[in-house]
């Protein structure tokens, strides 16, 4: 990982899973839980 | 069946008889407002009736309670009128036919029957989605009914969540009046006034008429309470129609009418903030000032809102800043600084929203007892975003929510998230810093 270039993927990939992950957690209805387990997933 | 065929049929109801013991076929009762009006303001219209009726399902347009014997309060011999059409076809109450009970609610609906007879219950509250309502829903969570017990009709909310613990504030000293706070907006209910106790010892005896009227700042009305309550008469509902339109344009300036549309499009978050302040207080019965305008003004139901949101918005902005300008932030070597302080900020602010719950929403006013005196189901921060999706009466909305347990899982998944952002960054060891092109 030390030799892997685009570092700035990989933090956009964490923080779109984090964000998901939040989503997933504090939403109310299914629609909204639907879509953060789907980017979760991503 | 129209209410003339109904009166044919049960022509004890006109007459000022006392009715035959009732069965306990139930019927659950949707007003037929359209659900458009209804859900101006985020509300839901908000009378799901049901009556412990000998009648099949219909919809109650008018419920009246006729005083039949002394005058005494004691007496509690009342007749009951329902004046009831047949219910709408294809109307979202096909669902809600059983309706749902917790066993406080039946407990307090039974000890109410008196002299061999079930009293009939006239419930008021969120529209039902079946069985599944007894659960933690969201629906029965924005509501705060009353029930209240006007002689033969008792009123309770259909939320087995906090009818528990408002039915204990919820017997009126006076059974001639009494106020219903549900879905944000405070309704005064009147079983009329006795104007000449002398006269009202037989069948001509006054009608006490139940009424129901919306009280509260002008801001506070939505359309559905212009339309009028669901159980006064037609003749009734176009004549207060008509007085609130006249009320309204003459109280209505430009200002307040931008602060109704403001607090028709806000959330009804009054869970969190109306409860605060009552437990606050340690008032139990609903005020009578409570507006929803007037709880969305609050700062700190704003300020914890704030919190829901910059949980999940956080990693999104790092998210958003990395896919758009990553690439160049890597080559600056200023990036991967930035996405850390990102995303441990969401982690902060996962720790101050956690103080803020801890604290009771308002973080130095109210102390943790209080805040342990609230009710299982407020104990959280609610945010409604914006409406995703409104088909008829069903709705999805884009709401965040975050209780006691939520958090810790937040904790969680942001803590990680950041020490995973901390070793990634210390792994990382730019050996060029040469240029974009170089380094894609």
Known sequence: ?42 | MSRRMLARRRPHASHGQVLPARTSRRAIVLPSRSSRSAAAGHRKSPYSISTDGPTEVQEVVATRAVKAGRADSESRRYQHQTVAKPLRRGSSLRKSTTPVRSRRCQRSVRSDSRGGRQPSVLRVGPRETGPSAAGPRRRNRRTCPVSFDLGPVVMQCTSPATCAENYQAAPLPSRSRGRLRWCGSVVDFAVGERSNPGSGSNGSSRRRDLQERPVGPAEGRTESSVAGPRWATRAQREKRRKKRKKLRLSRLTSETRSANVRARRRAPDHSVTDLARRAESGERAPAATDSPARVHRDPSARRAVDHVVAHSLLPLLGCVINALFGRRLQASGFGAETSKKLHIGSFGVSLVAVGAMVRRVRPFRLPCPQLAALPHEARYLYCHAWEMVRIGSVEFDFELRSRPAFVVMILIITGVGSLIHVYAAATWRPKRRTGVSSRT
């Open chain 1, 1 to 42: 990982m030390a030799t892997e270039k685009a570092y700035w993927r990989f933090f956009t990939y964490l923080n779109l899973f984090v964000f998901s992950m939040l989503l997933l957690v504090l939403a109310t209805g299914f629609i909204v839980m639907f879509f953060g387990w789907g980017r979760r997933a991503l």
